[in-house]
């Protein structure tokens, strides 16, 4: 089993950035697809991006050039450098992972992962 815990959430102005970073246990090994997910009430859960055990990236149109995801496989974390934030960026994100080395072309249906977390609040204001 593996636990999923988030953090670096927060309340900013547009144009400044966050860091998020979302912390694995229970895992002995850490060669997940593991990525970053974001759900507005009222909205369907939407991919922002992925990484896979060798680093290969994936990213929503909508924030490419502007997010960055990476992970310290020696602590097991993952994190999401988030620049450039907009108010439509406003959000609950959430971490997630699956029991795969490589991220396929499944990797944006949420439905792929079998860990999530508990989500961490992104508010931006204009």
């Known amino acids: 089993q593996v636990e999923l815990v988030e953090s670096g959430g927060g309340s900013v102005q547009a144009g400044e950035s966050l860091r998020l970073s979302c912390a694995a246990s229970?895992?002995?090994?850490?060669?997940?697809?593991v990525g970053w997910f974001r759900q507005v009430p009222g909205n369907e859960r939407e991919e922002v991006a992925v990484i896979d055990s060798d680093g290969a990236t994936f990213y929503v149109d909508s924030v490419k050039g502007r997010f960055t995801i990476s992970r310290d496989n020696a602590k097991n974390i993952l994190y999401l450098q988030m620049n450039s934030l907009k108010p439509e960026d406003t959000a609950m994100y959430y971490c997630a992972a699956v029991g795969s080395a490589f991220c396929g072309s499944w990797w944006s249906r949420g439905p792929s992962y079998a860990y999530w977390g508990q989500g961490t609040q992104v508010t931006v204001s204009s």
């Open positions: 229970g895992a002995t090994y850490w060669p997940y697809c």
